[in-house]
C-alpha cells in the first residue's frame, strides 16, 4: 500500500502520575502496551515496531509480545516534562548510528489509546504520502456545545464572553452552521522523518487530519478511563 520506509515507535517510559506505570494497566486482562504493539505489528505498512522506554519491565514484556527494544531510553529523556520530539529524535539517531538503518517517516503509537487498529495506521501513512504532508493526526470532529465558536471565556468582570474574539454568535445559532472544527485525538500520528529534522514543533507546516470515530479515541488517564473502555470494549465485542 504504502512506498514509504516507515516504522512504528511506541513511547512508553517507566513513569506515570495518573496511574502507575499506565502502559502497563491491565485492560481486559491485558496490560495497555500490547494493545499497542498488537495494532503496529498487525499493520503490513509498517517494516518495524519499535518500543522505546526506559523501563527493564517494560522492555522485557514488549519483546515477549513481538516488538523490538533495540536500545534503553535515556533517564533524561524519560522525565514528566520530557515531550515528544527529543525521544523521537533519540530513536532515528540511535538507528543510523548503531545498526546503519534508515526510513521515512514514522507512527506515533501511544499505549494510552488502546482501540487503534491496523487500518488507522494505514490511513495515516496512505495520507501522508498521498497528500505530500509534513505529518498527519488522526482527530474527531467537533460538534455542538464543545465548537470552539460555542465556547466562552470569563472577561474581566467575570462576565461569559466568547472564546474567539470577533465572531457573532448570532451567525451560528444552529449547530448545522458551525465551520468544521476538530480535535487531535492522539490514536495516530504519522511524521515523516524530514519533518522532525526539520522543525522544532515536530509535526511541520502542513499537517493532514485524519477523522476518526471518536469511539476509538479514549484516551487512558485515570482509573476510571480503563472501566469505560472496557465497558466500550465489551459491546463492540457484542456487535462482531
Not at 506515533?108 to 487498529?117: A, E, G, Q, S, V
Not at 474567539?164 to 522523518?193: C, S
Not at 493532514?208 to 469511539?215: H, S, T, Y
Request: with cysteine; glycine share 6%; proline share 5%.
Amino acid at each position: 500500500m504504502n512506498r514509504i520506509k516507515s516504522i512504528g515507535i511506541i513511547p512508553a517510559r517507566g513513569g506515570s502520575k495518573g496511574i502507575k506505570k499506565k502502559n502497563l494497566a491491565l485492560l481486559k486482562g491485558k496490560p495497555l502496551i500490547e494493545y499497542a504493539i498488537r495494532a503496529g505489528l498487525k499493520c503490513t505498512a509498517l517494516d518495524r515496531v519499535i518500543v522505546s522506554t526506559d523501563d527493564p519491565e517494560i522492555a522485557d514484556i514488549a519483546r515477549n509480545l513481538g516488538a523490538e527494544v533495540p536500545f534503553m531510553r535515556p533517564e533524561a529523556l524519560a522525565q514528566d516534562s520530557t515531550p515528544d520530539r527529543p525521544v523521537f529524535l533519540h530513536c532515528v539517531d540511535w538507528l543510523a548510528q548503531n545498526e546503519g538503518y534508515h526510513f521515512d517517516a514514522f507512527v506515533n503509537l501511544r499505549c494510552t489509546t488502546p482501540l487503534k487498529k491496523a487500518e488507522h495506521i494505514e490511513a495515516a501513512l496512505q495520507m501522508l504520502e498521498q497528500q505530500e504532508c509534513d505529518s498527519v493526526r488522526s482527530v474527531d470532529r467537533i460538534h455542538g456545545k464543545h465548537h470552539p465558536y460555542w465556547v466562552l471565556k470569563a472577561d474581566a468582570q467575570g462576565y461569559g464572553v466568547s472564546f474567539i474574539e470577533g465572531i457573532d454568535r448570532r451567525q451560528y445559532h444552529q449547530r448545522q452552521l458551525l465551520p468544521p472544527a476538530f480535535a487531535i485525538n492522539a490514536v495516530v500520528d504519522a511524521v515523516k522523518v524530514i519533518t522532525l529534522l526539520k522543525y522544532e514543533n515536530l509535526y511541520g507546516e502542513k499537517m493532514g487530519l485524519l477523522e476518526i470515530d471518536p469511539i476509538f479515541a479514549i484516551d487512558i488517564d485515570q482509573e476510571k478511563d480503563l472501566i469505560l473502555c472496557e465497558a466500550v470494549m465489551e459491546k463492540m465485542d457484542e456487535l462482531v
